[in-house]
């Protein structure tokens, strides 16, 4: 069995960076990582004139990965540039032409997750879910969407910047199983992105047609809230499978999420369902369940939408904990009540052959 990419990341992450301080994978000197059966190769990307304090750092990752199972040659090579090749700018270069819907290379469904309005834990829910598609064995990907709130990076323990080996194509960043890509990693974290709508939408096709997804069963897109421009790109460019609602239970999300529900339907995506988020609190003190956003809304409008109530998510603590810390609860706390939400939501989308 040949070894795995985050197995040879994981080698390689205590290796410290003599620029920086910080280790190789964090800094994203780590590119061209290719594993053919039991070989591994990958070039540590430095500037011209650091050769000799990098070399030390070569050594020691090549004896690294090749100490590890499955691997019978390593080759590890210093490449040195100029100027580095940056990921390409996300920003259109001409008006985009109105051509039907395509499938996304290797990738077999495409699946949108929305909200009405911001604030549900629409974010949340999507990197959960993803990890629990994940921990079921399907090859997963997420793209952050949320362009003027990109939250992904933060959630799913993820830092650098991408890598491009050729300025045109986009190496997407890996963690918890799952393969994700946002416009946050290109961008400061306190950095606002001050985009009109064809910058948006330029970039969001960038996203999806020119980062190596690789071979993915599912790749989920966490949309920004609204009905606004990524979601008609999205829709009109990328062969959309499905869309996934999520809202909380009081009136004033409900209203939102169905202006959401009627955009899809206009646009012609199937609606598999909705998700209640922040269901119910249960107090860690005293066991005393309190419907503190009100109960059964959500419940209620897929009932007259004729869709599916796909999952009742509770308000937690360590939910929000855990997203805070780059590890969602599905990772940290597999076994506890809010993860086996996400496990039954993962398990119940592959048993219907939407995941």
């Known amino acids: 069995m040949s070894v795995s990419r985050d197995e040879v990341l994981g080698a390689l992450a205590g290796l410290k960076d003599p ?7 964090a800094t994203g000197i780590v590119r061209a990582l290719t594993i053919d059966g039991a070989a591994v190769r990958f070039v540590l990307e430095i500037s011209p004139q650091a050769a000799q304090a990098y070399e030390p750092v070569r050594a020691e990752a090549q004896a690294r990965v090749q100490a590890l199972a499955g691997v019978e040659t390593a080759s590890v090579v210093l490449t040195a540039h100029s100027k580095p090749a940056d990921p390409p700018d996300l920003q259109p270069k001409r008006k985009a032409s109105p051509n039907a819907p395509v499938p ?16 549900v834990g629409k ?14 064995g399907r090859r997963v990907g ?9 939250s992904q990076p933060r959630m799913m323990g993820v830092s650098g910047r991408p890598a491009s080996p050729d300025g045109k194509t986009i190496l997407p960043m890996r963690n918890h199983g799952v393969t994700m890509m946002s416009i946050g990693l290109m961008t400061g974290e306190g950095q606002a992105v001050i985009w009109r709508g064809p910058m948006l939408m330029g970039a969001l096709q960038q996203m999806l047609m020119q980062v190596q997804w690789g071979e993915l069963d599912i790749l989920l897109v966490d949309l920004p809230p609204g009905t606004g421009d990524v979601q008609m790109t999205l829709a009109q460019k990328a062969r959309l499978d499905g869309a996934i609602m999520v809202s909380t239970p009081q009136d004033v999300a409900l209203l939102d999420a169905r202006k959401g529900i009627d955009m899809f339907n206009q646009l012609k995506t199937p609606i598999y369902g909705l998700i209640e988020n922040m269901s119910t609190h249960i107090c860690s003190n005293c066991g005393h ?18 869709v599916p109530l796909l999952a009742e998510v509770p308000l937690h603590l360590d939910i929000r904990t855990s997203s805070d810390g780059g590890v969602p609860i599905v990772v940290s706390h597999p076994d506890s009540p809010q993860a086996t939400v996400f496990r039954d939501l993962a398990r119940r989308l592959i048993a219907d052959g939407r995941a």
């Not at 997420?142 to 990109?150: I, K, M, Q, S, T």
């Open 289 to 306: 369940e309190e419907h503190i956003f009100g109960h059964g809304g959500v419940a209620r409008e897929a009932e007259s939408l004729d």
């Open 19 to 25: 620029a920086t301080g910080q280790d190789i994978v």
């Open 104 to 119: 996304i290379p290797g990738v077999d469904r495409l699946v949108a997750i929305g909200s009405g309005k911001g604030g």
């Open 142 to 150: 997420l793209l952050d969407a949320d362009v003027y709130g990109p």
């Open 123 to 136: 974010s949340t829910v999507s990197a959960n879910l993803a990890c629990a598609l994940a921990a079921e």
